[in-house]
């Protein structure tokens, strides 16, 4: 593997297309402003940079960055790649990572609006995130010890785990399918609406108006905090250990529920069980 060691790249497409190469302690900067740094690249490995301009990894495969810096202005950074790694990093530029396949983010710093946008198969451990729209029609994720903030996340995601996460989020899970949630904490409104067959076990879920429009629904040893107007039209199985402000309207199943502040019927249809201490 050759490499390139302590130099500052500016022009277009300044090493497109290289392969087997490792690149330490470079800037990619400069006055002549050129976008596509490493496009079309493989078997590349980033320690230690840090990238100013626009769309440094474009098409490229099996690329390894570490201990780097995707800048603000790096615009829409890493798109239509397979086999990326990423650890210990700041990815801080809008539409950091799409459309990308076989991917890994450890030990980082994200702050990209709308990102991860089309990804098939990401794993997420031990990172800090914000953004909104954050992994839009996304699948096959697997999320472990994410802390997120933001708005509109998930959505229309697929076939997915994420565990003993953080997500203060508004819109989340929306449209989701097929999704495991488990040891989690989940502050928002509006939670999984129009989901089918979301799982959430041993979670602490907090804010108005979660889980309306549900297929599939469960909820395993869960606690809901201040949320009321909960399972609107929803098809739900639920065990909570928490007494719940409001249900309104369940379509069918069964809650299972020490206490409710208020249920509310006030349609045709709405048969669903629920099943108190009181």
């Not at 590349?44 to 800048?71: A, G, M, N, Q």
Request: with cysteine.
């Amino acid at each position: 593997m050759t490499t390139i060691r302590q130099q500052r790249f500016d022009e277009e497409r300044a090493l497109y297309s290289v392969r087997d190469l490792l690149i330490k302690d470079c800037v990619f900067d400069g006055p002549a402003d050129g976008e596509s740094a490493l496009k079309e690249c493989r078997d590349v490995v980033v320690e230690d940079c840090r990238f100013c301009l626009r769309y440094p990894f474009w098409h490229d495969k099996k690329l390894r960055i570490e201990r780097s810096e995707i800048t603000e202005s790096c615009r829409a950074a890493i798109w239509y790649c397979d086999s990326v790694e990423i650890r210990n990093s700041n990815l801080h530029g809008i539409k950091a990572v799409r459309e990308c396949s076989d991917v890994r983010i450890e030990g980082c710093d994200i702050v990209s609006a709308e990102f991860g946008w089309f990804i098939r198969g990401m794993t997420m451990e031990q990172c800090r995130a914000e953004s909104e729209y954050f992994m839009m029609r996304s699948d096959h994720l697997g999320f472990r010890d994410v802390r997120f903030k933001g708005k509109y996340s998930f959505q229309y995601v697929t076939d997915s785990v994420f565990e003993r996460c953080t997500f203060d989020t508004k819109d989340a899970f929306w449209h989701g399918k097929n999704i495991l949630v488990r040891d989690s904490i989940v502050r928002g409104e509006y939670l999984a609406w129009y989901s089918e067959n979301v799982t959430f076990e041993r979670c602490k879920i907090v804010g108005t108006q979660p889980f309306c429009y549900c297929k599939g629904l469960r909820l395993v040893d869960c606690e809901m905090i201040d949320t009321d107007l909960a399972f609107e039209r929803s098809e739900v199985e639920a065990n909570l250990l928490a007494p719940i402000v409001s249900i309104k309207n369940p379509l069918s199943g069964r809650i299972r529920v020490p206490a409710v502040g208020e249920i509310i019927r006030d349609i045709d249809g709405a048969e669903g069980e629920i099943i108190t201490d009181a």
